[in-house]
T-cell receptor, first 108, second 112 residues
Framework: GIQVEQSPPDLILQEGANSTLRCNFS?????LQWFHQNPWGQLINLFY???GTKQNGRLSATTVATERYSLLYISSSQTTDSGVYFC??????????FGAGTTVTVRA | DAGVTQSPTHLIKTRGQHVTLRCSPI?????VSWYQQVLGQGPQFIFQ???????GRGNFPDRFSARQFPNYSSELNVNALLLGDSALYLC???????????FGPGTRLTVT
């Protein structure tokens, strides 16, 4: 199966700081999603981005499919950004392979 | 529009028992996938159903089974529960295209 590596595993930020999360994957994919998991376990969709660049408020993401990586940017971080961020990839709609996640802690 | 819904929210079972978890997809979505997430790890794919047919199965034992109903809702069944089955069980629904999956809030299963 497709291997997904996320880095760093943990990230501690001061409120207002910027950060970059990385996702490397081992094969060509047709599906790449970024999620934020809240403390209750709900996976919140951030981006569906098999290729290209997207922005949503303070968050943006870039996927370079030919080089098999994706980046998630958090700008001007807030305490509400804390949680676990997952990258998930797949060849189609039915099986996503998840990375181990990046745990982000934003301190006030 | 309502998102993906799952029931129950929490469940406590004893080793050897059987459990049924339920999922209702977003209206118009015909595909339902199930994932297991143990503490500290990313979710692992268990099953996907599309139009009531199994399209894919992850590396899980035969104790795990699922089905999809005519209204596209789905059930995940686990027999002969083990302590290691304790996890958050997530359901996701999607359209054929684009491939984006949307997740429900999960069912937290504890096996004692």
């Amino acid at each position: 199966g497709i291997q997904v590596e996320q880095s760093p595993p943990d990230l501690i930020l001061q409120e207002g700081a910027n950060s970059t999360l990385r996702c490397n994957f081992s094969d060509s994919v047709n599906n790449l999603q970024w999620f934020h998991q809240n403390p209750w376990g709900q996976l919140i969709n951030l981006f569906y981005i098999p290729s290209g660049t997207k922005q949503n408020g303070r968050l943006s993401a870039t996927t370079v499919a030919t080089e098999r990586y994706s980046l998630l940017y958090i700008s001007s971080s807030q305490t509400t950004d804390s949680g676990v961020y997952f990258c998930a990839v797949g060849l189609n709609d039915y099986k996503l392979s998840f990375g181990a996640g990046t745990t982000v802690t934003v301190r006030a | 529009d309502a998102g993906v819904t799952q029931s129950p929210t929490h469940l406590i079972k004893t080793r050897g028992q059987h459990v049924t978890l339920r999922c209702s997809p977003i209206s118009g979505h015909k595909s339902v996938s199930w994932y297991q997430q143990v503490l500290g790890q990313g979710p692992q794919f268990i099953f996907q159903y599309y139009e009531k047919e199994e399209r894919g199965r992850g590396n899980f034992p035969d104790r795990f089974s699922a089905r999809q109903f005519p209204n596209y809702s789905s059930e995940l069944n686990v027999n002969a529960l083990l302590l290691g089955d304790s996890a958050l069980y997530l359901c996701a629904s999607s359209l054929p295209k684009p491939y984006e999956q949307y997740f429900g809030p999960g069912t937290r299963l504890t096996v004692t």
